[in-house]
């Protein structure tokens, strides 16, 4: 009598012979860390992406497994490309020669199919919303030695992450239904983005308007994170701009006389609620408003962003990109994309980039024409020094903020704090 015959996919196959061969799954955090080691004089052109599985919700074995099956087609492309198995869960590819887009690509199919199951338990290692992160090695470098070595001197492989619940789509009818009836001006901040070339004679370029969704989540939602799910956030944040832009609708007096910039989604620009809040704009304010669009909605909605670029140019808003590091100011084309401003986040890395990136990095700003950069969440003095030594003409941060509010000038602070440094040989 003979058998029944099971037909295995190839990836039940590979999943067998490895439970097979080794109960205990094999782990490269060692491997890694001695590749980083011995490549630490020669990063450039050495890139990292690091798929943050360990922070999904709910995870099998097999979870490193599918990602090398999406990987394989990019092996045959690539002048170098490794894959690493770390200890809690999560995969880190070391590559070369692959342009951003086919990475961008295969790193969306692979985050969209595991959030299409669960959703994630936080924000990774890198402070960003996301299941992945491409970044240059060499500006990186600390962070995922320090990332790895961390790991190694935990005795459990896996992290144990002490957060709120995501939000259910239940909660988030709810959180709608709120919305629509709450006054949203005790959530509703503004931030100065302000000029440190010295040519002009008013410091502050424009005001960002935004809503703490930190204080509006304590208010309204306490017991749930609305950030957890990526898709689910996205869709939070669409409704939420329709309730600000019907706020604006009804005034905007108390930012008269002031350039502003409002956060909002691309399908937020193209919404009827934008098309009212564009008629219903004062004719003073026509061609004051910046609208800041977030790098990964711009990522993943390119189209949608080339409608918004030539709506925006006939009703006279300028364009900021919100999010940028300096890998993303290298490899992102400003001019195509027709942006009047960039956002850069501030981090203390940008001080210990490679001398070769660096220089690549300041000829980038130096060249743009078009496009102005921000140094964004500047928290020290040290932060704006540093974008003046860089040739970033504008700042924004609590460092800024807490200028503004002693009454000095932000450009008068960075000359006092730059002769400091320069009385004590310190080189920013």
Known sequence: MGRDRVRLSALEKQAAVSAASDKKPEYDNEKLLNLLRSAKQELQGLRLIHLHLSLLKERDASSQLVVRTFLNELMSKASFLQIFNITNGDVIILYKGLKLASITEVCQKIEQLFLSKTVMTGPNPYREKALYSIMELSLNFINVMRFIEDLGRESNGDTVHETKPPITLEELAKLERSLSMFDLSPFLFNQAIVNIDGETVDETE????????????????????????????????????????RALSHGMTFMKGRNIGINVNLNSVISTGFIKFDENLPIDFRGRVVLEIAKSDLMENLGLYNEVVEFARD??????IDGLNPFWVINMDLEYLDANFAKIFWSNDLLDMDENFRQVFLDRISEQEQCRFVLSRCDSVMSLVFAQKTGIQLVQGRAVDNILRKGVSVRQAIRAADTMDRADGVLV
Do not use: G, H, M
């Not at 009703?315 to 900021?320: D, G, L």
């Open 315 to 320: 009703k006279q808003y300028q364009i900021s």
């Open 206 to 245: 424009y005001y960002e308007l935004y809503i703490s969704i930190k204080l509006l989540q304590e208010r309204l939602c306490p017991d749930y994170d609305i950030t957890a799910n990526r898709w689910l956030f996205n869709y939070f944040t669409t409704n939420l701009d329709q309730s600000v832009l």
